[in-house]
Structures are given as structure tokens and as C-alpha cells.
């Protein structure tokens, strides 16, 4: 019965801004840490960004000042900023949800091209 739902995702050009949002369900979403990962064709999934319970974040070096990644607990929404695009960043996005055990939304691509 959990459900974590990405929205958001699209084609953008070099340069530009794109908002991804999460919305989970099913979860108490004040006790789990949440995350964005990605994977480009080709290469496996890496981290993009987290956010803890408290709402601490940390962010992976290739998007350090670019994206911000943040969750909404009145609404229970997790969402993640970008900024400054790159088409190294294209790429199929997933939003995680963990505490005793870690839930997965389906993803949702987001292309950078020209």
C-alpha cells in the first residue's frame, strides 16, 4: 500500500530549470529519510541527493549548488530543484522513502538536449 509517485519530469534545455515532486502515501512521512537517485542509460543508479526526517541534506558533488532537494510533511511531498541543467543530467529520476526497510517510486525521466 505504499506509493511513491513522481511527477515533474520532461524535456528541458541546457541551462534550464526543472521541478520534481514525490508525493508519498502510505508511509508516516515524518520518520522516513527521503532521497533522489538516478540512472542514465547505460550506468547504474547513483545517489542525487537526501533529506532526513529532521530535514538535514546532503547532495552528490556533480549537483552540489545546482539542485535543492526538499519535502513538504503538511502535504507529504518530497521535491527535488534544478537548476543550471545539464545533459549529463538526463536521466530516469527516483524518489526513495527508508527506515526499517526502503520503498522505491516508478521514476520519471527527465532529457536535457538541445
Known amino acids: 500500500q505504499v506509493q ?4 515533474g519530469g520532461g524535456l528541458v534545455q541546457p541551462g534550464g530549470s526543472l521541478r520534481l515532486s514525490c508525493a508519498a502515501s502510505g508511509i ?3 520518520l522516513y529519510h ?3 537517485y538516478r540512472q ?3 550506468k547504474q543508479r547513483e545517489l542525487v541527493a ?3 526526517s529532521s530535514g538535514s541534506t546532503n547532495y552528490a558533488d556533480l549537483v552540489k549548488g545546482r539542485f535543492t532537494i526538499s ?3 503538511v502535504n507529504n511531498t518530497l521535491y ?3 537548476n543550471s541543467l545539464k545533459p549529463e543530467d538526463t536521466a530516469v529520476y527516483y524518489c526513495s522513502a527508508q527506515n526499517s526497510r526502503t520503498y522505491w517510486g516508478q521514476g520519471t525521466q527527465v532529457t536535457v538536449s538541445s
Open 80 to 82: 527535488l530543484h534544478m
Open 4 to 7: 511513491l509517485v513522481e511527477s
Open 71 to 73: 519535502r513538504d510533511y
Open 28 to 30: 508516516i512521512f515524518t
Open 40 to 42: 542514465a542509460p547505460g
Open 50 to 52: 537526501t533529506i532526513t
Open 34 to 36: 527521503m532521497a533522489w
